[in-house]
């Protein structure tokens, strides 16, 4: 927005709540075929306790909400690796 007279931060991101252990490392080993398993270590003090952001501002200033949900956005990440393009 550095066309505009807003200066404080907008949250871009997808506002289905999702516990990243549960949701994206099972979901990925599912979608890639993976035998990884999943370790769980206790949390950090300051992990915070709601991963949903409040994507108001950005629908409201910049018109944006995500069109692309989560497994199809993986599905399409793990393609797009896969092809060995390089980085």
């Known amino acids: 927005m550095s066309q505009s007279d807003f200066h404080?931060?907008?949250n871009?991101?997808?506002p289905t709540e999702n516990s990243p252990s549960s949701i994206f490392a099972k979901l990925i080993i599912?979608?890639?075929g993976s035998k990884s398993t999943?370790?769980?270590e206790p949390l950090p003090?300051?992990?915070p306790k709601q991963r949903r952001?409040?994507?108001a501002r950005a629908k409201e200033l910049l018109g944006w909400e995500p069109k692309v949900?989560?497994?199809t956005g993986l599905r399409h990440a793990i393609e797009y690796?896969?092809?060995g393009v390089s980085r």
Do not use: C, H, S
Request: proline residues 8%; negative net charge; hydrophobic residues 35%.
């Open 8 to 10: 404080e931060p907008v």
């Open 12 to 14: 871009i991101g997808n």
């Open 30 to 32: 599912k979608l890639t």
């Open 38 to 40: 999943i370790t769980y």
């Open 45 to 47: 003090e300051d992990d």
């Open 53 to 55: 952001p409040n994507i």
């Open 69 to 71: 949900d989560l497994e």
């Open 81 to 83: 690796f896969a092809t």
